[in-house]
Nanobody
Framework: QLAESGGGLVQAGGSLRLSCAASQLTKDTYALGWFRQVPGKGREFVAAMSWTGSTTYYADSVKGRFTIFRDKVKRMWFLQMNDLNAEDTANYYC????????????????????WGQGTQVTVSS
């Protein structure tokens, strides 16, 4: 249902933009999120956007450096990552949460209904 792209190797201080295509999600009640995971650790919240697009949420560790945004017409959303550091190295996943008749929980992994396959981001120091 979801497909990420844009990962790669970047030097510390550099930038990357991740993309997530959601062409098969036809409802307008999906809230969007990005999570990341390193080997041996659980998947952690990075950023999210409400289904209206009016509200964004960020983990403290990325606030001010990462930006989540979307192209609603193309059913794509993005994670712009600036000033990357080695601690940002992880496999990044996009996710969609259907909020139709459900409460919205942007930071809760278990509330997301669809996931991409992940894209690796490696930051060299």
């Amino acid at each position: 249902q979801l497909a990420e792209s844009g990962g790669g190797l970047v030097q510390a201080g550099g930038s990357l933009r991740l993309s997530c295509a959601a062409s098969q999600l036809t409802k307008d009640t999906y809230a969007l999120g990005w999570f990341r995971q390193v080997p041996g650790k659980g998947r952690e919240f990075v950023a999210a956007m409400s289904w209206t697009g009016s509200t964004t949420y960020y983990a403290d560790s990325v606030k001010g450096r990462f930006t989540i945004f979307r192209d609603k017409v193309k059913r794509m959303w993005f994670l712009q990552m600036n000033d990357l550091n080695a601690e940002d190295t992880a496999n990044y996943y996009c996710a969609a949460q259907d909020v139709d008749n459900r409460s919205y929980s942007p930071r809760t992994l278990e509330r997301y209904d669809y996931w991409g396959q992940g894209t690796q981001v490696t930051v060299s120091s």
